[in-house]
């Protein structure tokens, strides 16, 4: 089986969401990353999400 993880800064600990993207399972995990890290799924691939401080109005930001 093969899963995927994103995962996410939430409430002091780490939000994750897995997909196996055999059977369509899909589970939402509140945990300590290390944890997350070390699941017993093996995601093949990690995300992290990770803040880079876009402005909060990006209006036309892209087309500059």
């Known amino acids: 089986m093969v899963w995927l993880c994103g ?9 994750a969401v897995l997909g196996n993207f055999t059977t369509g399972e899909v589970r939402l995990l509140d945990r ?7 699941l017993p799924e093996r995601p093949v ?12 109005d990006i209006a036309g930001w892209a087309d500059k």
């Open 32 to 38: 300590p990353l290390n944890e997350i890290l070390d």
């Open 45 to 56: 691939i990690i995300t992290v999400d990770v803040p880079i401080g876009l402005p909060d």
């Open 7 to 15: 995962v996410d800064g939430f409430k002091e600990k780490w939000r």
